[in-house]
């Protein structure tokens, strides 16, 4: 149950999605800082530093969450701790109740393999919950491009899973966009980008993806499991 006392609700998201569909990603993120202030976090795979690198200037010292599920590629840590180090932020990582040790002894070596919803939902999306609970809103990098799933992702919306509001910036930005932001403002990018990793996930369910591929085929490749269940 969350902690805080949420700000606006379903229909002032729907009016804010609304009001701000045009507005620049900028524009968004003034708009989040003024409405909500310190209850205003964001969340980072640290696939790439474009959020933190938006989010910070607009909001100097702004809380970044990233979840430690324990079973990150050394190049997702060495990015977090760069990015921890280069931009003006707060950083809270964030740790499962169990270790993967524990996990394994509770419920059996590579869950992750026999049972991936399960092992996301205690890895990411339980401690996101825990996380979450002392804001009123949450920036993400989701972008309507990646995936069908995703094809609809407003700029703003209500969660009603977290009885938060939910903040999209670059929602309505392309691959183009993304890509001349990162080159013109010099953005610290996971060196697994250039390793054929355009989606960065926890090791065990990530491989490279072919050329043409969707961005995010490597991701729970074979199992049609497409999200780890904390943007649904």
Same mark, same amino acid.
């Given at each position: 149950m969350n902690t805080h006392t949420p700000v606006g609700g379903p229909e002032h998201a729907e009016r804010a999605a609304r009001e701000l569909e045009e507005a620049s990603a900028q524009e968004i993120i003034s708009w989040a800082a003024e409405t909500f202030g310190e209850g205003l976090c964001m969340t980072s795979s640290m696939a790439d530093a474009l959020m933190v690198d938006l989010a910070s200037r607009q909001v100097p010292g702004i809380d970044v969450i990233f979840l430690d599920t324990g079973y990150h590629f050394a190049e997702t840590l060495g990015t977090r701790d760069a990015v921890d180090s280069i931009y003006d932020i707060n950083l809270v990582t964030v740790e499962p109740r169990r270790t993967v040790p524990e996990q394994d002894a509770a419920l059996g070596p590579r869950l992750f393999g026999r049972n991936p919803e399960i092992c996301c939902h205690l890895r990411k999306v339980e401690p996101l919950q825990r996380a979450l609970e002392p804001y009123s809103a949450w920036l993400t990098g989701l972008r309507r491009e990646d995936s069908v799933t995703r094809r609809d992702t407003p700029v703003v919306q209500w969660d009603p899973k977290r009885?938060?509001?939910?903040? +999209?910036?670059?929602? $309505?930005?392309?691959?183009? #966009?993304? #890509?001349?932001?990162?080159? @013109?403002?010099?953005?610290?990018? +996971?060196p697994l980008q250039d390793d054929g990793f355009p989606s960065i996930g926890c090791e065990p369910c990530t491989r490279r993806v072919e050329p043409?591929? @969707?961005? $995010?085929?490597? $991701?729970?490749?074979?199992?049609?499991?497409?999200e780890c269940g904390i943007h649904v």
């Amino acid at each position: 149950m969350n902690t805080h006392t949420p700000v606006g609700g379903p229909e002032h998201a729907e009016r804010a999605a609304r009001e701000l569909e045009e507005a620049s990603a900028q524009e968004i993120i003034s708009w989040a800082a003024e409405t909500f202030g310190e209850g205003l976090c964001m969340t980072s795979s640290m696939a790439d530093a474009l959020m933190v690198d938006l989010a910070s200037r607009q909001v100097p010292g702004i809380d970044v969450i990233f979840l430690d599920t324990g079973y990150h590629f050394a190049e997702t840590l060495g990015t977090r701790d760069a990015v921890d180090s280069i931009y003006d932020i707060n950083l809270v990582t964030v740790e499962p109740r169990r270790t993967v040790p524990e996990q394994d002894a509770a419920l059996g070596p590579r869950l992750f393999g026999r049972n991936p919803e399960i092992c996301c939902h205690l890895r990411k999306v339980e401690p996101l919950q825990r996380a979450l609970e002392p804001y009123s809103a949450w920036l993400t990098g989701l972008r309507r491009e990646d995936s069908v799933t995703r094809r609809d992702t407003p700029v703003v919306q209500w969660d009603p899973k977290r009885g938060m509001t939910k903040v +999209n910036p670059i929602a $309505r930005w392309t691959q183009d #966009d993304v #890509d001349t932001y990162m080159a @013109d403002h010099g953005v610290l990018v +996971n060196p697994l980008q250039d390793d054929g990793f355009p989606s960065i996930g926890c090791e065990p369910c990530t491989r490279r993806v072919e050329p043409g591929e @969707d961005p $995010r085929s490597g $991701r729970w490749a074979g199992t049609g499991k497409t999200e780890c269940g904390i943007h649904v």
